[in-house]
């Protein structure tokens, strides 16, 4: 993916400079993260994002509304005494939003799923992809025009007119599992630990019949989860997964949720138990970083910090729990143990009033607490989160 964002990024730029170039539209499968990917680029650059659905845009969204007047100037054409009546348009609503954003700072519009625009509406599309105007009304000159398709048959979308798809710049985008990843893996845990054991689960088949699996999907699902109780995921996760995936993928998460709630990680944590992970399978080792949900004491971080230090070189350990933390960090609800793993990881002093439990001779002691290796730590969650 990292060619084609450079791309993308590139037509954008020579759009806001004025260069006569077509807009740029990702053609790919459905759910591949397309919309996503153009919209962390406009943030990354600092513009303002302007998102619209061609399949459900209006009619007057493109060619404004008509304003009738008396012009006196044209009563000589009458035939008779009734006054002339000449007609104006308004402004269209997708120029004139567009244009309002603009005045502050460059605007990304987004114009998705422009396979499915409806036959005529595509007449719109003629001068507004080729000369930026709709009407007499032109886009400000730092507005840059980006967009999606799907690319399939299965996708249901209209065949763009041949004069517009000339208008087109059109790339060709596959689905880059890793760079999705990148913001996957700080989705709900049952499903980035599934998906970075079996990523080949990502996807299947379209259909039109039944339910298949997309980036979008896992999305979605995780989303669900997030939502659901201990008890509701343990007792129906194939149901909840079978919603959004495709049977197969569905049967085989509800066994991965299966496995990660068989380890007893409540009684590894109050044991104090150094596991060598090396020696585990290494599916394991992944769905161990889901210890992180059961360090609620600053004891708990020690042990925790014990755990990573002996498993150094299993990688996909350490990097699962810095992403489990980030969740943490990110959220407003958190135990002491993980505040005082996330204040150490940061180089940071404890902030008391997370601690008022505790004496002040403990506190102290915890305050003055050293964490071995915290720049190698540092760089993996910049380099593994970031």
């Known amino acids: 993916m990292k060619i084609e964002i450079e791309l993308l990024k590139h037509n954008i730029a020579s759009q806001l400079s004025g260069s006569e170039v077509s807009p740029m539209f990702l053609a790919g499968s459905p759910g591949i993260a397309k919309s996503r990917t153009l919209q962390s680029i406009g943030e990354e650059l600092g513009m303002h994002i302007m998102d619209r659905s061609m399949p459900t845009i209006t009619i007057e969204c493109m060619s404004g509304l008509p304003n009738d007047y008396k012009d006196d100037r044209l009563q000589h054409m009458s035939t008779d005494d009734t006054p002339v009546i000449a007609t104006s348009w308004s402004i269209a609503e ?83 599992f890793d760079y999705w990843f990148k913001f996957g893996k700080n989705l709900n845990y049952y499903v980035s630990s599934f998906l970075r054991i079996k990523p080949d689960s990502i996807s299947s088949d379209e259909s039109v019949s039944e339910q298949y699996s997309t980036a ?35 049967t085989a998460f509800a066994k991965h949720v299966a496995r990660v709630n068989a380890i007893d990680f409540t009684s590894v944590v109050a044991n104090r138990e150094l596991v060598t992970l090396a020696d585990k399978d290494p599916i394991e080792a992944i769905i161990f970083s889901y210890i992180v949900n059961f360090i609620h004491t600053p004891d708990d971080a020690i042990y925790l910090f014990d ?58 002691k915890l305050n003055e607490y050293i964490l071995p290796d915290r720049e190698n730590y540092m760089k993996m969650a910049s380099n593994y989160i970031m």
């Open 94 to 176: 997708l120029i004139a939003d567009a244009n309002i954003l603009a005045a502050t700072k460059p605007v990304l519009l987004m114009l998705e799923d422009i396979h499915m625009v409806a036959p005529h509406m595509q007449a719109y599309l003629f001068k507004l992809l080729l000369q930026r105007s709709l009407g007499k009304y032109k886009l400000a000159d730092n507005v840059a025009i980006v967009g999606s398709m799907n690319s399939s048959e299965e996708a249901g979308g209209q065949k763009i007119n041949s004069a517009v798809r000339n208008r087109m710049a059109i790339l060709d985008v596959e689905f880059d």
């Open 216 to 250: 979008r999907s896992w999305t979605a699902l995780a989303n669900e989860l997030d939502g659901q109780s201990q008890e509701l995921i343990d007792s129906s996760a194939y149901r909840t997964a079978s919603m959004y995936l495709s049977n197969s993928a569905a």
């Open 307 to 364: 755990l990573l230090h002996h498993n150094m070189k299993e990688v996909s350990f350490q990097g699962f729990i810095l992403a489990e933390l980030y969740e943490k960090y990110k959220g407003t609800k958190r135990s002491q143990g993980v505040s005082f793993i996330i204040s150490k990881l940061l180089g940071k002093d404890l902030d008391k009033s997370d601690y008022e439990t505790l004496s002040a001779k403990k506190f102290k």
